[in-house]
């Protein structure tokens, strides 16, 4: 149990464009998701918490009109990165917790991997 | 304010070798939980162990062992004999009372034939 699927699982578009990445839990209810981001050779940074219902809570420096997130059920948040440029290039992952989280590790997408040509 | 730190940036080893990765941690959480994680190359953070801040006993999983030490805030990670498929990122994690996970920078681990 606990998987967590994201689509797609790459996407190359054209500078100015916005992409949507999605994030299910497949086999149980996510009350919260947490989007982070993966330069080349760096850590996961935390981009965002989104909880199901309510408005996502992003990190300082996270651009909220730019990052759009939509957590509009239990089992599926979207990251919408809208007017994509080049800088946006990065490996996006998203995590996902059962309502009983606490301390229980995160179950991880596989990722999504998005180029701004 | 929660830190992970990991020294080591990058590891090369021979096959069969052991190799440790090292953490240590910050935190003024009285209760927290320790996570290291996996990264191949495809990605993909494979989860391989959670320790919560009351148990300081030694866990060992196969090739796989783990040394927690409140003392000296580490919670350090040992391949014995490691092999070649072992080649990944590794990461440590911390989450406290923020809810947060803290990610530290990770460790290229690669092992040669």
């Known amino acids: 149990g606990a998987v967590v699927s994201q689509h797609p699982s790459w996407v190359i578009c054209k500078s100015g464009t916005s992409v949507k990445i999605e994030c299910r839990s497949l086999?149980?209810?996510?009350?919260?998701m947490f989007w982070y981001r993966q330069f080349p050779k760096q850590s996961l940074m935390l981009m965002a918490t989104?909880?199901?219902?309510?408005?996502?809570?992003?990190e300082q420096g996270v651009e909220k009109d730019k990052f759009l997130i939509n957590h509009a059920s239990l089992t599926l948040s979207t990251l919408t990165v809208t007017s994509a440029h080049p800088e946006d290039s990065s490996f996006y992952i998203c995590?996902?917790?059962?309502?009983?989280?606490?301390?229980?590790?995160?179950?991880f997408g596989p990722g999504t991997r998005l180029t701004v040509l | 304010a929660q830190k992970v730190t990991q020294v080591q940036t990058e590891i090369s080893v021979v096959e069969k070798e052991d190799v440790t990765l090292d953490c240590v941690y910050e935190?003024?959480?009285?209760?927290?939980?320790l996570f290291w994680y996996k990264q191949p190359p495809s990605g993909e953070l494979v989860f391989l162990i959670r320790?919560?801040?009351?148990?300081?006993q030694n866990e060992i999983s196969g090739r796989y062992s783990w040394n927690f030490q409140k003392s000296t805030s580490s919670f350090n990670f040992t391949i014995t004999a490691s092999q070649v498929v072992d080649s990944a990122v590794y990461f440590c994690?911390?989450?406290?009372?923020?809810?947060?996970?803290?990610f530290g920078k990770g460790m290229k681990l690669t092992v040669n034939p």
């Open positions: 320790r919560n801040s009351f148990d300081e």
């Open positions: 086999d149980f209810q996510a009350t919260t």
């Open positions: 995590s996902a917790s059962p309502p009983q989280y606490w301390g229980d590790e995160q179950f």
């Open positions: 994690a911390l989450h406290g009372g923020s809810e947060k996970l803290v």
């Open positions: 989104s909880n199901e219902g309510s408005k996502a809570t992003y």
């Open positions: 935190t003024r959480d009285t209760t927290y939980y």
